[in-house]
Protein backbone atom coordinates (compact mmCIF):
# COMPACT_ATOMS: atom_id res chain seq x y z
CA UNK A 1 0.00 0.00 0.00
CA UNK A 2 1.17 3.65 -0.81
CA UNK A 3 1.02 6.26 1.71
CA UNK A 4 -2.73 7.44 2.08
CA UNK A 5 -3.80 10.56 1.12
CA UNK A 6 -4.40 11.57 4.94
CA UNK A 7 -0.67 10.99 5.44
CA UNK A 8 0.68 13.39 2.41
CA UNK A 9 -2.84 15.94 3.50
CA UNK A 10 -1.08 15.58 6.58
CA UNK A 11 2.54 16.01 5.60
CA UNK A 12 1.64 18.87 3.22
CA UNK A 13 -0.74 20.64 5.54
CA UNK A 14 0.47 19.85 9.15
CA UNK A 15 -2.37 18.12 11.02
CA UNK A 16 -5.77 16.65 9.87
CA UNK A 17 -7.93 19.54 10.91
CA UNK A 18 -5.26 22.41 11.12
CA UNK A 19 -5.01 23.54 7.81
CA UNK A 20 -5.64 27.22 8.03
CA UNK A 21 -4.34 29.69 4.64
CA UNK A 22 -3.17 32.06 6.33
CA UNK A 23 -1.86 34.17 3.41
CA UNK A 24 -4.95 34.61 1.20
CA UNK A 25 -6.68 35.69 4.13
CA UNK A 26 -4.13 37.81 6.30
CA UNK A 27 -2.93 35.96 9.10
CA UNK A 28 -5.65 34.89 11.47
CA UNK A 29 -5.37 32.08 14.47
CA UNK A 30 -4.99 28.43 13.36
CA UNK A 31 -7.37 26.52 14.62
CA UNK A 32 -4.76 25.11 17.93
CA UNK A 33 -4.62 28.96 18.99
CA UNK A 34 -8.85 29.63 18.65
CA UNK A 35 -10.62 29.77 21.88
CA UNK A 36 -13.00 26.50 22.34
CA UNK A 37 -15.86 27.56 22.82
CA UNK A 38 -15.55 30.63 20.78
CA UNK A 39 -16.79 33.55 21.91
CA UNK A 40 -18.78 34.73 18.97
CA UNK A 41 -18.93 38.86 18.12
CA UNK A 42 -21.94 40.73 18.68
CA UNK A 43 -22.61 43.41 16.09
CA UNK A 44 -21.88 46.81 17.49
CA UNK A 45 -23.83 48.45 14.92
CA UNK A 46 -24.87 48.43 11.03
CA UNK A 47 -22.56 46.50 9.25
CA UNK A 48 -20.23 48.08 6.22
CA UNK A 49 -17.96 45.68 4.51
CA UNK A 50 -16.69 43.88 1.41
CA UNK A 51 -15.81 40.31 2.09
CA UNK A 52 -13.75 38.67 -0.97
CA UNK A 53 -15.12 34.75 -0.42
CA UNK A 54 -12.45 31.90 -1.26
CA UNK A 55 -12.96 29.63 -4.46
CA UNK A 56 -16.00 27.16 -4.95
CA UNK A 57 -15.88 23.85 -3.38
CA UNK A 58 -18.46 22.58 -5.40
CA UNK A 59 -16.62 23.96 -8.46
CA UNK A 60 -12.71 23.29 -6.90
CA UNK A 61 -13.47 19.62 -6.70
CA UNK A 62 -15.43 19.09 -10.03
CA UNK A 63 -12.53 20.99 -11.73
CA UNK A 64 -9.78 18.46 -10.06
CA UNK A 65 -11.67 15.03 -10.87
CA UNK A 66 -12.55 16.43 -14.54
CA UNK A 67 -8.78 17.52 -14.78
CA UNK A 68 -7.14 14.07 -14.13
CA UNK A 69 -9.69 12.71 -16.25
CA UNK A 70 -8.17 14.75 -19.54
CA UNK A 71 -4.99 14.52 -20.68
CA UNK A 72 -2.95 17.96 -20.59
CA UNK A 73 -2.19 19.71 -17.55
CA UNK A 74 -4.52 22.19 -16.65
CA UNK A 75 -4.24 24.78 -14.06
CA UNK A 76 -7.04 26.39 -11.75
CA UNK A 77 -7.20 29.93 -10.64
CA UNK A 78 -8.97 31.03 -7.43
CA UNK A 79 -8.94 27.34 -6.26
CA UNK A 80 -10.66 26.48 -2.84
CA UNK A 81 -7.98 25.63 -0.46
CA UNK A 82 -9.87 24.13 2.75
CA UNK A 83 -10.09 20.60 4.28
CA UNK A 84 -12.44 19.15 1.20
CA UNK A 85 -10.40 20.16 -1.06
CA UNK A 86 -7.22 19.20 0.16
CA UNK A 87 -8.80 16.12 0.97
CA UNK A 88 -9.66 15.90 -3.10
CA UNK A 89 -6.27 17.13 -3.69
CA UNK A 90 -4.69 14.19 -1.67
CA UNK A 91 -6.55 11.79 -3.07
CA UNK A 92 -5.97 12.32 -6.57
CA UNK A 93 -2.37 12.66 -5.77
CA UNK A 94 -3.00 9.32 -4.19
CA UNK A 95 -4.34 7.90 -7.24
CA UNK A 96 -0.85 9.28 -9.35
CA UNK A 97 -2.40 12.26 -9.85
CA UNK A 98 0.21 15.43 -10.37
CA UNK A 99 -1.19 18.39 -8.37
CA UNK A 100 1.63 21.63 -7.99
CA UNK A 101 0.57 24.88 -5.97
CA UNK A 102 2.61 27.76 -6.70
CA UNK A 103 4.75 28.80 -4.31
CA UNK A 104 3.59 32.24 -4.83
CA UNK A 105 -0.37 32.17 -4.43
CA UNK A 106 -1.84 28.52 -3.61
CA UNK A 107 -5.14 28.73 -4.64
CA UNK A 108 -3.13 28.27 -8.49
CA UNK A 109 -2.79 24.33 -8.78
CA UNK A 110 -1.96 22.39 -12.13
CA UNK A 111 -3.30 19.51 -12.42
CA UNK A 112 -1.59 16.61 -14.34
CA UNK A 113 -3.06 13.66 -15.27
CA UNK A 114 -1.68 10.36 -15.00
CA UNK A 115 0.42 9.60 -18.26
CA UNK A 116 -0.93 5.86 -19.20
CA UNK A 117 -4.68 7.28 -18.42
CA UNK A 118 -5.21 5.22 -15.59
CA UNK A 119 -5.12 5.79 -12.20
CA UNK A 120 -3.04 3.49 -9.32
CA UNK A 121 -4.44 1.13 -7.55
CA UNK A 122 -3.49 -0.36 -4.01
CA UNK A 123 -4.54 2.91 -2.45
CA UNK A 124 -6.45 4.34 0.48
CA UNK A 125 -8.42 7.13 -0.40
CA UNK A 126 -8.89 9.38 3.29
CA UNK A 127 -12.31 11.29 2.55
CA UNK A 128 -12.47 12.85 5.79
CA UNK A 129 -16.57 14.36 5.81
CA UNK A 130 -16.57 15.09 2.86
CA UNK A 131 -19.26 14.37 0.37
CA UNK A 132 -17.65 15.65 -3.01
CA UNK A 133 -14.45 13.10 -1.93
CA UNK A 134 -16.82 10.30 -0.92
CA UNK A 135 -19.23 10.40 -3.77
CA UNK A 136 -17.14 11.85 -6.76
CA UNK A 137 -13.60 9.71 -6.07
CA UNK A 138 -14.93 6.21 -6.17
CA UNK A 139 -16.21 6.59 -9.98
CA UNK A 140 -12.57 7.19 -10.46
CA UNK A 141 -11.41 3.71 -9.15
CA UNK A 142 -13.01 2.30 -12.26
CA UNK A 143 -10.16 3.34 -13.80
CA UNK A 144 -7.66 2.15 -11.70
CA UNK A 145 -5.26 -0.40 -12.28
CA UNK A 146 -5.51 -2.26 -8.74
CA UNK A 147 -7.98 -2.04 -5.72
CA UNK A 148 -8.78 1.07 -3.96
CA UNK A 149 -9.90 1.69 -0.50
CA UNK A 150 -11.53 4.17 1.14
CA UNK A 151 -12.30 5.59 4.75
CA UNK A 152 -12.88 8.85 6.52
CA UNK A 153 -13.99 10.38 9.82
CA UNK A 154 -16.14 8.33 12.45
CA UNK A 155 -18.63 10.63 11.40
CA UNK A 156 -18.65 10.10 7.29
CA UNK A 157 -19.71 6.61 8.32
CA UNK A 158 -23.22 7.94 8.77
CA UNK A 159 -23.37 9.51 5.45
CA UNK A 160 -25.19 7.55 2.38
CA UNK A 161 -22.92 5.89 -0.08
CA UNK A 162 -24.99 2.82 -1.36
CA UNK A 163 -26.64 4.11 -4.66
CA UNK A 164 -23.45 5.67 -6.03
CA UNK A 165 -21.52 2.25 -5.09
CA UNK A 166 -25.06 0.39 -6.25
CA UNK A 167 -23.96 2.24 -9.58
CA UNK A 168 -20.29 1.18 -10.24
CA UNK A 169 -21.53 -2.33 -9.54
CA UNK A 170 -23.83 -2.13 -12.05
CA UNK A 171 -20.62 -0.69 -14.23
CA UNK A 172 -18.50 -4.34 -13.41
CA UNK A 173 -16.79 -2.98 -10.17
CA UNK A 174 -17.03 -4.94 -7.26
CA UNK A 175 -17.52 -3.71 -3.67
CA UNK A 176 -16.15 -5.06 -0.07
CA UNK A 177 -17.97 -3.17 2.59
CA UNK A 178 -15.64 -3.42 5.74
CA UNK A 179 -17.92 -1.68 7.79
CA UNK A 180 -22.21 -1.41 7.69
CA UNK A 181 -23.29 -2.45 4.26
CA UNK A 182 -23.59 0.84 1.49
CA UNK A 183 -21.77 3.10 4.79
CA UNK A 184 -17.80 4.08 4.55
CA UNK A 185 -15.38 1.96 4.80
CA UNK A 186 -15.13 -0.06 2.05
CA UNK A 187 -12.58 -0.89 -1.14
CA UNK A 188 -13.76 -0.99 -4.78
CA UNK A 189 -12.31 -3.22 -6.87
CA UNK A 190 -12.38 -2.34 -10.57
CA UNK A 191 -13.43 -4.27 -13.17
CA UNK A 192 -10.21 -5.62 -14.92
CA UNK A 193 -9.14 -5.40 -18.52
CA UNK A 194 -10.94 -2.27 -19.07
CA UNK A 195 -13.87 -4.45 -18.74
CA UNK A 196 -16.23 -1.51 -17.67
CA UNK A 197 -19.68 -1.62 -18.79
CA UNK A 198 -23.45 -2.34 -17.95
CA UNK A 199 -23.03 -6.06 -19.22
CA UNK A 200 -23.81 -8.54 -16.11
CA UNK A 201 -21.58 -10.68 -17.54
CA UNK A 202 -18.77 -8.26 -16.79
CA UNK A 203 -18.02 -7.81 -21.13
CA UNK A 204 -18.08 -4.66 -22.62
CA UNK A 205 -21.58 -4.22 -23.52
CA UNK A 206 -22.55 -3.43 -27.37
CA UNK A 207 -24.26 0.13 -27.39
CA UNK A 208 -24.60 2.68 -24.55
CA UNK A 209 -24.29 1.77 -20.49
CA UNK A 210 -27.69 1.69 -18.84
CA UNK A 211 -27.00 2.47 -14.99
CA UNK A 212 -30.48 3.16 -12.53
CA UNK A 213 -29.94 4.38 -8.62
CA UNK A 214 -31.75 6.06 -5.98
CA UNK A 215 -30.75 9.22 -5.57
CA UNK A 216 -33.21 11.07 -3.28
CA UNK A 217 -30.62 10.96 -0.42
CA UNK A 218 -28.26 13.17 -3.17
CA UNK A 219 -27.30 14.78 -6.00
CA UNK A 220 -23.67 13.60 -5.56
CA UNK A 221 -24.31 9.94 -6.44
CA UNK A 222 -26.19 11.05 -9.59
CA UNK A 223 -22.75 13.88 -10.33
CA UNK A 224 -20.69 11.15 -9.37
CA UNK A 225 -21.48 8.98 -12.29
CA UNK A 226 -22.07 12.00 -14.59
CA UNK A 227 -18.23 13.02 -14.36
CA UNK A 228 -16.77 9.66 -15.44
CA UNK A 229 -19.87 8.96 -18.26
CA UNK A 230 -17.55 10.70 -21.08
CA UNK A 231 -15.13 8.06 -20.29
CA UNK A 232 -16.94 4.61 -20.73
CA UNK A 233 -16.67 2.78 -24.13
CA UNK A 234 -20.07 3.35 -24.76
CA UNK A 235 -21.22 6.50 -22.99
CA UNK A 236 -23.81 6.66 -20.12
CA UNK A 237 -27.49 6.63 -20.14
CA UNK A 238 -28.18 7.10 -16.14
CA UNK A 239 -31.45 7.27 -14.49
CA UNK A 240 -32.47 7.93 -11.20
CA UNK A 241 -35.64 5.76 -9.69
CA UNK A 242 -36.32 7.80 -6.21
CA UNK A 243 -39.71 9.88 -6.11
CA UNK A 244 -37.57 13.64 -5.38
CA UNK A 245 -34.17 15.09 -6.30
CA UNK A 246 -32.47 17.38 -4.29
CA UNK A 247 -29.88 20.23 -5.59
CA UNK A 248 -30.58 19.70 -9.02
CA UNK A 249 -28.54 23.34 -9.60
CA UNK A 250 -25.50 20.80 -8.61
CA UNK A 251 -26.45 18.48 -10.98
CA UNK A 252 -26.73 20.98 -13.79
CA UNK A 253 -23.10 22.59 -12.16
CA UNK A 254 -21.55 18.82 -13.10
CA UNK A 255 -23.17 18.66 -16.91
CA UNK A 256 -21.78 22.24 -17.54
CA UNK A 257 -18.28 21.68 -16.39
CA UNK A 258 -18.08 18.07 -18.22
CA UNK A 259 -19.44 20.24 -21.17
CA UNK A 260 -16.71 23.16 -20.47
CA UNK A 261 -14.41 20.08 -20.99
CA UNK A 262 -15.56 19.50 -24.74
CA UNK A 263 -18.47 16.55 -22.96
CA UNK A 264 -21.34 15.83 -23.80
CA UNK A 265 -24.49 15.55 -20.84
CA UNK A 266 -27.89 15.83 -22.08
CA UNK A 267 -31.25 15.45 -20.17
CA UNK A 268 -33.92 14.60 -22.07
CA UNK A 269 -36.02 14.15 -19.19
CA UNK A 270 -36.45 14.98 -15.57
CA UNK A 271 -34.40 12.04 -13.61
CA UNK A 272 -32.70 10.91 -16.87
CA UNK A 273 -29.20 11.66 -18.72
CA UNK A 274 -27.34 10.58 -21.49
CA UNK A 275 -23.62 11.11 -21.66
CA UNK A 276 -21.87 10.87 -24.66
CA UNK A 277 -18.60 8.51 -25.14
CA UNK A 278 -15.92 11.38 -25.70
CA UNK A 279 -12.10 12.69 -24.37
CA UNK A 280 -12.91 15.17 -22.08
CA UNK A 281 -9.88 18.20 -21.24
CA UNK A 282 -10.40 21.27 -19.38
CA UNK A 283 -9.27 24.76 -21.25
CA UNK A 284 -5.56 25.08 -20.17
CA UNK A 285 -6.97 27.89 -17.27
CA UNK A 286 -9.99 27.65 -15.66
CA UNK A 287 -11.16 30.24 -12.78
CA UNK A 288 -13.03 29.08 -10.05
CA UNK A 289 -15.97 31.34 -9.13
CA UNK A 290 -16.51 32.48 -5.22
CA UNK A 291 -17.91 29.79 -2.78
CA UNK A 292 -21.80 31.40 -3.09
CA UNK A 293 -23.41 29.18 -0.35
CA UNK A 294 -20.08 30.21 1.82
CA UNK A 295 -21.05 33.91 1.22
CA UNK A 296 -24.45 33.35 2.60
CA UNK A 297 -23.57 34.07 6.73
CA UNK A 298 -21.82 37.20 5.80
CA UNK A 299 -24.70 38.23 3.41
CA UNK A 300 -27.02 37.42 6.30
CA UNK A 301 -25.31 39.42 8.27
CA UNK A 302 -25.97 42.19 7.03
CA UNK A 303 -29.55 41.16 7.19
CA UNK A 304 -28.93 40.42 10.80
CA UNK A 305 -27.01 43.88 12.04
CA UNK A 306 -28.65 46.48 9.65
CA UNK A 307 -26.16 48.21 7.09
CA UNK A 308 -24.46 46.45 3.76
CA UNK A 309 -22.09 43.41 3.01
CA UNK A 310 -20.65 43.16 -0.19
CA UNK A 311 -18.87 40.37 -2.33
CA UNK A 312 -16.68 41.00 -5.21
CA UNK A 313 -16.77 38.70 -7.89
CA UNK A 314 -20.04 37.54 -7.81
CA UNK A 315 -20.96 35.56 -11.09
CA UNK A 316 -23.84 37.37 -13.02
CA UNK A 317 -25.33 34.05 -13.63
CA UNK A 318 -24.03 30.68 -12.48
CA UNK A 319 -25.45 26.80 -11.59
CA UNK A 320 -24.04 27.27 -7.74
CA UNK A 321 -27.41 27.23 -5.69
CA UNK A 322 -25.74 30.00 -3.68
CA UNK A 323 -26.90 32.00 -6.99
CA UNK A 324 -30.41 31.63 -5.52
CA UNK A 325 -29.80 34.02 -2.62
CA UNK A 326 -30.34 37.24 -3.94
CA UNK A 327 -34.27 36.06 -4.51
CA UNK A 328 -34.33 35.03 -1.12
CA UNK A 329 -32.58 37.58 0.98
CA UNK A 330 -35.01 39.95 -1.06
CA UNK A 331 -38.30 37.85 0.43
CA UNK A 332 -37.13 38.13 3.72
CA UNK A 333 -36.00 41.89 3.63
CA UNK A 334 -33.20 42.74 1.81
CA UNK A 335 -32.46 45.21 -0.84
CA UNK A 336 -29.77 43.40 -3.25
CA UNK A 337 -27.69 45.10 -6.04
CA UNK A 338 -25.42 44.10 -8.79
CA UNK A 339 -22.71 46.93 -9.49
CA UNK A 340 -25.93 49.51 -8.12
CA UNK A 341 -28.30 47.81 -10.13
CA UNK A 342 -31.11 46.30 -8.62
CA UNK A 343 -31.26 42.32 -8.35
CA UNK A 344 -34.18 39.96 -7.54
CA UNK A 345 -32.87 36.78 -9.10
CA UNK A 346 -34.86 33.42 -8.85
CA UNK A 347 -36.74 33.05 -5.54
CA UNK A 348 -39.09 30.37 -6.07
CA UNK A 349 -36.58 28.33 -4.36
CA UNK A 350 -37.61 25.35 -6.53
CA UNK A 351 -35.86 22.10 -8.18
CA UNK A 352 -35.41 23.68 -11.39
CA UNK A 353 -33.81 27.25 -10.43
CA UNK A 354 -30.95 28.01 -12.92
CA UNK A 355 -30.44 27.95 -16.52
CA UNK A 356 -26.67 27.18 -16.29
CA UNK A 357 -23.12 28.67 -15.90
CA UNK A 358 -22.74 32.16 -17.98
CA UNK A 359 -19.39 31.00 -19.97
CA UNK A 360 -18.74 34.87 -20.62
CA UNK A 361 -17.36 34.93 -16.87
CA UNK A 362 -18.99 38.26 -16.09
CA UNK A 363 -19.32 39.23 -12.53
CA UNK A 364 -19.79 41.98 -10.19
CA UNK A 365 -20.28 43.74 -6.86
CA UNK A 366 -23.14 42.00 -4.99
CA UNK A 367 -24.09 44.03 -2.30
CA UNK A 368 -27.04 43.51 0.47
CA UNK A 369 -28.83 45.96 2.50
CA UNK A 370 -30.84 46.10 5.20
CA UNK A 371 -32.86 48.28 7.30
CA UNK A 372 -36.13 47.31 8.45
CA UNK A 373 -36.73 43.27 9.84
CA UNK A 374 -36.10 40.20 8.54
CA UNK A 375 -39.65 38.32 6.73
CA UNK A 376 -40.10 35.02 7.60
CA UNK A 377 -40.42 32.77 4.69
CA UNK A 378 -43.62 31.45 5.74
CA UNK A 379 -45.32 28.19 5.11
CA UNK A 380 -43.57 25.64 2.65
CA UNK A 381 -40.86 27.43 1.38
CA UNK A 382 -38.96 24.47 -0.71
CA UNK A 383 -35.45 24.66 -0.38
CA UNK A 384 -34.77 21.49 -2.42
CA UNK A 385 -32.24 23.30 -4.40
CA UNK A 386 -30.04 25.03 -2.70
CA UNK A 387 -30.31 22.25 0.52
CA UNK A 388 -26.85 23.38 1.28
CA UNK A 389 -27.85 27.47 2.17
CA UNK A 390 -30.52 26.14 4.71
CA UNK A 391 -28.53 26.31 8.06
CA UNK A 392 -27.86 30.01 7.12
CA UNK A 393 -31.16 30.68 5.79
CA UNK A 394 -32.80 29.12 9.15
CA UNK A 395 -30.66 31.37 11.41
CA UNK A 396 -31.90 34.54 9.39
CA UNK A 397 -35.57 32.39 10.15
CA UNK A 398 -35.02 32.24 13.85
CA UNK A 399 -34.42 35.98 14.12
CA UNK A 400 -37.36 36.87 11.81
CA UNK A 401 -41.26 37.95 12.10
CA UNK A 402 -42.98 35.57 11.56
CA UNK A 403 -42.54 31.91 11.27
CA UNK A 404 -41.08 29.96 8.19
CA UNK A 405 -41.13 26.67 6.89
CA UNK A 406 -38.31 25.40 4.83
CA UNK A 407 -39.51 22.02 2.82
CA UNK A 408 -37.71 19.99 0.16
CA UNK A 409 -34.39 19.09 2.67
CA UNK A 410 -35.25 15.99 4.68
CA UNK A 411 -31.97 14.47 2.78
CA UNK A 412 -30.15 17.27 5.31
CA UNK A 413 -30.15 13.92 7.81
CA UNK A 414 -27.71 12.57 5.36
CA UNK A 415 -25.07 16.08 5.17
CA UNK A 416 -22.24 16.61 7.99
CA UNK A 417 -24.42 15.95 10.84
CA UNK A 418 -28.34 15.18 11.14
CA UNK A 419 -28.66 18.85 9.85
CA UNK A 420 -32.80 19.08 10.30
CA UNK A 421 -32.05 17.50 14.31
CA UNK A 422 -29.07 19.88 14.78
CA UNK A 423 -30.99 22.70 14.17
CA UNK A 424 -33.95 21.80 15.74
CA UNK A 425 -31.46 21.51 19.21
CA UNK A 426 -29.59 24.68 18.48
CA UNK A 427 -32.34 27.00 17.74
CA UNK A 428 -34.67 25.55 20.58
CA UNK A 429 -31.60 25.73 23.07
CA UNK A 430 -30.84 29.66 22.93
CA UNK A 431 -35.32 29.99 23.31
CA UNK A 432 -37.09 30.23 20.04
CA UNK A 433 -39.00 27.28 18.55
CA UNK A 434 -38.00 24.66 16.35
CA UNK A 435 -39.84 21.52 14.79
CA UNK A 436 -38.56 18.88 12.42
CA UNK A 437 -40.89 18.49 9.69
CA UNK A 438 -40.55 14.84 7.38
CA UNK A 439 -38.82 17.02 4.59
CA UNK A 440 -37.47 19.64 6.14
CA UNK A 441 -38.20 22.01 9.45
CA UNK A 442 -40.50 24.81 10.85
CA UNK A 443 -38.94 27.50 12.74
CA UNK A 444 -41.12 29.74 14.91
CA UNK A 445 -39.06 33.03 15.73
CA UNK A 446 -38.49 34.77 19.19
CA UNK A 447 -37.95 38.37 19.94
CA UNK A 448 -34.35 39.68 20.86
CA UNK A 449 -35.41 39.71 24.82
CA UNK A 450 -36.68 36.09 24.61
CA UNK A 451 -33.37 35.15 23.20
CA UNK A 452 -30.59 33.90 25.67
CA UNK A 453 -26.55 33.39 24.52
CA UNK A 454 -25.69 29.89 25.06
CA UNK A 455 -22.82 27.75 24.03
CA UNK A 456 -23.53 26.22 20.57
CA UNK A 457 -22.80 22.54 19.73
CA UNK A 458 -21.31 22.11 15.77
CA UNK A 459 -21.76 18.47 15.10
CA UNK A 460 -18.54 18.77 12.97
CA UNK A 461 -20.74 20.47 10.40
CA UNK A 462 -19.13 24.07 9.15
CA UNK A 463 -22.31 25.12 8.72
CA UNK A 464 -23.86 24.79 12.08
CA UNK A 465 -20.97 26.74 13.22
CA UNK A 466 -21.64 29.84 10.27
CA UNK A 467 -25.54 29.13 11.62
CA UNK A 468 -24.28 29.76 15.45
CA UNK A 469 -22.13 32.92 14.33
CA UNK A 470 -24.85 34.47 12.29
CA UNK A 471 -26.83 34.11 15.99
CA UNK A 472 -24.01 35.31 17.57
CA UNK A 473 -24.42 38.68 15.80
CA UNK A 474 -27.87 39.82 17.78
CA UNK A 475 -27.54 37.50 21.08
CA UNK A 476 -24.63 38.13 23.15
CA UNK A 477 -23.08 35.12 25.30
CA UNK A 478 -23.05 33.11 21.96
CA UNK A 479 -19.98 30.73 22.24
CA UNK A 480 -19.12 28.55 19.05
CA UNK A 481 -17.71 25.06 20.20
CA UNK A 482 -14.95 23.81 17.42
CA UNK A 483 -15.83 26.52 15.41
CA UNK A 484 -12.26 25.45 13.30
CA UNK A 485 -14.87 22.91 11.84
CA UNK A 486 -15.11 26.00 9.68
CA UNK A 487 -12.07 24.73 7.83
CA UNK A 488 -13.88 22.13 5.49
CA UNK A 489 -14.39 24.43 3.28
CA UNK A 490 -13.60 27.80 4.73
CA UNK A 491 -9.79 28.56 5.74
CA UNK A 492 -10.52 31.39 7.66
CA UNK A 493 -13.73 32.01 8.79
CA UNK A 494 -13.04 33.18 12.11
CA UNK A 495 -10.84 36.25 10.30
CA UNK A 496 -12.63 37.07 7.90
CA UNK A 497 -16.13 37.32 10.43
CA UNK A 498 -14.45 39.42 12.88
CA UNK A 499 -13.12 41.53 9.16
CA UNK A 500 -16.25 42.24 8.08
CA UNK A 501 -17.17 43.13 12.22
CA UNK A 502 -14.55 46.12 11.99
O1 LIG B 1 -22.25 18.25 -5.69
C1 LIG B 1 -21.94 19.06 -4.81
O2 LIG B 1 -20.90 19.74 -4.88
C2 LIG B 1 -22.83 19.23 -3.67
C3 LIG B 1 -24.12 18.78 -3.73
C4 LIG B 1 -25.08 18.93 -2.62
O3 LIG B 1 -25.20 17.67 -2.00
P1 LIG B 1 -26.63 16.99 -1.66
O4 LIG B 1 -27.35 16.77 -2.93
O5 LIG B 1 -26.25 15.75 -0.94
O6 LIG B 1 -27.33 17.98 -0.77
C5 LIG B 1 -24.62 19.96 -1.61
O7 LIG B 1 -25.43 19.95 -0.47
C6 LIG B 1 -23.17 19.75 -1.24
O8 LIG B 1 -22.75 20.72 -0.31
C7 LIG B 1 -22.30 19.91 -2.47
C1 LIG C 1 -23.54 19.10 2.44
C2 LIG C 1 -22.37 19.74 2.36
O1 LIG C 1 -21.18 19.18 2.07
P1 LIG C 1 -20.69 17.84 1.39
O2 LIG C 1 -19.97 18.26 0.14
O3 LIG C 1 -19.76 17.24 2.38
O4 LIG C 1 -21.88 16.99 1.10
C3 LIG C 1 -22.27 21.19 2.62
O5 LIG C 1 -21.18 21.75 2.39
O6 LIG C 1 -23.25 21.82 3.07
Known amino acids: MTMTNEAIYQATNGRKDSHCDLRRQGGSKTTAQLADPWPAPVASGPLNATVDVPGSKSLSNRYLIIAALGREPVTLHGLLRSRDTDLMAAALRGLGVGIEYDPNDDTLATVTPPVSGRFRGDVTVYCGLAGTVMRFVPSLALFADGPVHFDGDEQAYARPMHPVLDGLEQLGARVRYEGKPGFLPFTIIPPSNDDVSGDSKGGLAAGITRVSIDASASSQFISSLLLIGSRLPYGLELRHTGE ?201 PATLDRLHGETMETYADHRMATFAAMIGLKVPGTRIRNVGTTRKTLPDFTGMWSAMLR
Open 244 to 444: SLPSLPHIRMTMADVETAGGSIRMPQPGRWVVAAKPIQLPQGVVVEPDLSNAAPFLGAAMIAGGSVSVPDWPVSSTQPGALLPGILTRMGATVSLDGRPLTGNDDGGTDGLAGNDSSGAHGLLTVSMSGPIHGLGDGFDLAAAGEIAPSIAALATLADEPSELVGIGHLRGHETNRLAALVTEITRIGAGAEELPDGLRII
